[in-house]
């Protein structure tokens, strides 16, 4: 019975976010009218201003909302022409989208994979007409036509999550032998990302599985077995509502941990947890972004923690990346040095591997947020403001 609602409620619930994809389909070809608008508005249509391409992967993401938008408005301040294209989550369309702007005859292309094997081939053609790509967050694998790679300190992350939860039920000192519950909810394995996370996670939180102080009451550990595809709510709620059921119902035990790997898969486990989880105990929900519901749900007390990125600075330093690019010059570690950034970023040659050559990378640093520090973090520093009580970005 329980199985053929979840499937009713899988249906009802990939109808749902289909449905609001179609809602943000209308707001992609407004964004794109718009920005072509302002763009032609604001310069000249001339032959020598340089031309960029954005490929995102969806706008069902909170995230790759502000990527798009804060990459667009910095490169169009520095007098570029941009074309900003999102995918739906659909690699076909992403493969489209980057063959339609090659031919546009853009000079430069920023790319966030949705998948990241199966670029090869149009970057393959990128780089035939000589058009450098920025691989921008995750890592587009197999490719030697990457030429820079932009994000955050990826293993870090999963290591500050893992942290947070030896800190929080103080793991170290557990002169008690106390034992927890924990359930993994890993990214999809086709972003690059997802793995990095997870190693990251792992390197702090294996010794305690090994000695039996974390428990998987599931024995789901393998990041294949616990990835929530296409970093989908409903999707992660599911699965969620299926480990309770299985393992979690009439006291058979207490959950403790849901280490979820970034906010909107945390989304979906904290309400299957809500409608699901009897125990009544608390249980530390983990995440990443700082997305504006889960920051609501920290304050609520519905998410524990998020690791924060500071997206601006992400598009920042592409735009900067990017910029040096086309001006001829070969972006280093100077690029950093000269371009005077206030917050963290390392230059890295040979952490991102991404099976065909080292790409160089810059990666920026990222904060942890829980309760504790939200205010301070998010709001005084003008990051979000509050709006009915509730952070919202600025
Ligand atoms: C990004 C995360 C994001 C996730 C889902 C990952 O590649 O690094 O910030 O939450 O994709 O969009």
Known sequence: MRKILCFFSLFFLLALSL????????????SIENNNLYDEE????????????????????????SDGDYLRRNLMSKGYKVFLEYSDNIIDKQVKNIIKLIEEGVDLLIIAPIDGDVLIGP?????????????YDRLIRGSDAVSF?????????????????VDYLKLNENTE?????????????DDNNSEVFYDGAMSILKTYIDRGVLN????????????????????????????????????????????????????GVSKAINTDYEGGNEIIITGQDGDEENLKNIIDGKQTMTVYKHLQNEARVTVDLADVILKGDEPSFETIVNAGWDFDCIYDKTEYNNGVKNVPSYLLGVTLIDKENLKKELIDTGYYKIIDNYPVLQ
């Open 123 to 135: 970057l393959k053609m990128a780089q035939e007409k000589n058009i450098p790509v920025i691989s």
């Open 42 to 65: 604001k310069i000249d249509i001339d032959e020598n201003v340089k031309k960029i391409g954005i490929v995102m992967p969806t706008q069902y993401l909170e995230r790759w909302n």
């Open 177 to 189: 032998n106390k034992k927890y519950n924990i359930e993994f909810f890993s990214g999809p394995v």
């Open 149 to 165: 790679y932009v994000s955050f300190d990826n293993y870090t992350i999963g290591q500050v999550q893992a942290e947070f939860i």
């Open 19 to 30: 449905a609001s994809c179609k809602i943000f389909d209308k707001n992609i070809e407004t």
């Open 216 to 267: 998987i009451p599931s024995g789901l550990i393998k990041i294949e077995d616990t990835e929530v595809s296409e970093w989908n709510t409903a999707i992660a709620m599911i699965k969620m509502q299926n480990i309770i059921d299985e393992f979690y119902k009439n006291g058979k035990n207490k959950l403790d941990i849901a280490f979820c790997a970034n906010d909107s898969i945390a989304l």
